[in-house]
């Protein structure tokens, strides 16, 4: 068994369907649609998620400036971070800030849910 996991992407229509794959392969789901809102469901959940799933082109908060903060706590840095986008370029991104792992959009569901899998924190 894992800790939640926490999906962001401002993409509302992208983000329910990658929740309702997760769920479906048995994982808990929470979400967010920028990284403040992420920030936010951070600072009020417990157990904390055990991964956060990552876009990084958002409104409010970029998932650059969201990995910046999780990573600046120490409540939160050791959360893995996947990094899921539609840009090639975000690779080099997520190995800046750390991410456990890279998926480019669109995302084949058996390799998010074994990513997934894989870089979770158990409860």
Known sequence: MTRPLLVVDDDADLREALEEVLRDAGFTVLGAGNGREALDVLARTRPLPGLVLLDMMMPVLDGLGFAQELHASPAWRDIPVVIFSASASNADVAREVGACAYL????????????????ALPE
Not at 104 to 119: A, C, F
Request: glycine share 6%; proline share 6%.
């Open 104 to 119: 480019r959009k669109p995302v084949d569901v058996e390799v998010l849910v074994e990513t997934v899998g894989q870089h």
